[in-house]
């Protein structure tokens, strides 16, 4: 009797600790899958809230954006300098006129004009580079003192930058110039019309800075400025532009910015009232900007 009662004490005990056991897994499998699953959550949550995240291009891929088009719509304000030379007389036929007369310059109003614009830009973690054309057909002009400047001009750029902290990159690069330059001005006390016309075409060397942030995943913001010419190409060669982009679709970018751009461009030998003498041109253009971008 006492063993058969043993026997089912020790049955019982270890159907009692077989059941425990049992339970004890099936809670560690509950607990496990519910880690899991919070886990993974959170993760996604994470991930999705970093693309949301303001951040540089770290971690970004290559990428290529090509803009088809982008508008300008330059004020432009101009000045003309012509050194001194021999005088002009008011009424060439009727002789005399001789000697010389002093440094001839003048200053436009300002003007509002339209540029058209297309390029590429190509993207990665720490570099970028990009390359630009633009055609702007230019002119501002002022009453008293006549004062007239037309130009047909094209700008080249391309420039590249390295990413040395953040957001910041240090530029170098290049801008060609091309003038169709026709500028007028009355010339002191003969009140003569003084007019000089040049094709000057240079290059000037660029360095610069750039600022870019990507505020989240749809909204990227950029600053930049250049300076050069350094009388290889120009005398002084500056430009400064802010814009952002914001990412409509997967391949469909809106650019909207402001832009500046000064030189002064000193062109030899230029036929003026039948003299060859130098003119001295200053040119200041800044506007608003707009552009489609087709990223990729």
């Known amino acids: 009797m006492q063993r058969t009662l043993s026997t089912l004490g020790v049955q019982e005990a270890a159907t009692l600790t077989t059941t425990t056991v049992r339970r004890a897994g099936k809670t560690l499998r509950t607990v496990g899958l519910t880690l899991g699953l919070a886990v993974s959550v959170n993760a996604s949550a994470r991930a999705d809230a970093g693309g949301d995240q ?19 719509a ?26 010389t007369v002093g440094e001839v310059s003048g200053s436009t109003d300002l003007s509002l ?45 391309g420039r590249a930058g390295v990413r040395l902290v953040g957001g910041l990159s240090a530029t170098a690069g290049f801008r060609r110039i091309s003038v169709n330059l026709d500028a ?14 040049a094709k000057p075409a240079v290059w000037d060397p660029l360095i610069g800075v750039d600022w870019r942030q990507h505020v989240n995943r749809r909204w990227e913001i950029d600053a930049n400025f250049q300076g050069g010419g350094f009388g290889v190409g120009t005398d002084v060669d500056l430009s400064a532009e ?50 489609i971008g087709i990223p990729f």
């Not at 303001?54 to 300008?72: D, M, S």
């Not at 570099?127 to 055609?135: I, Q, R």
């Open 113 to 157: 004009n339209a540029a058209w614009m297309a390029g590429a830009v190509v993207q990665a973690d720490r570099w970028f580079a990009e390359v630009f054309g633009l055609y702007a057909a230019l002119s501002a002009s002022r009453s008293t003192p006549r004062v007239t400047v037309d130009s047909n001009t094209y700008f080249f750029n």
């Open 242 to 291: 802010g814009y952002a982009n914001w990412r409509v679709a997967r391949h469909l970018e809106l650019r909207l910015g402001y832009m500046m751009v000064h030189y002064k461009l000193t062109v030899a030998n230029v036929s003026i009232a039948s003299f060859q003498r130098t003119l001295v041109s200053r040119q200041t253009l800044h506007g608003p900007e707009f552009a």
């Open 184 to 197: 007028t001005l009355t010339a002191p006390i003969t009140g003569t019309p003084l007019e000089g016309k």
């Open 74 to 99: 330059p004020i432009m304000g101009a000045s003309i300098d012509l050194p001194s030379g021999p005088a002009v007389p008011s009424n060439p036929g009727a002789g005399g006129g001789g000697g």
């Open 54 to 72: 303001p951040g540089t291009t770290e971690g970004k891929p290559i990428t290529v954006t090509v803009y088809p088009l982008l508008v300008r």
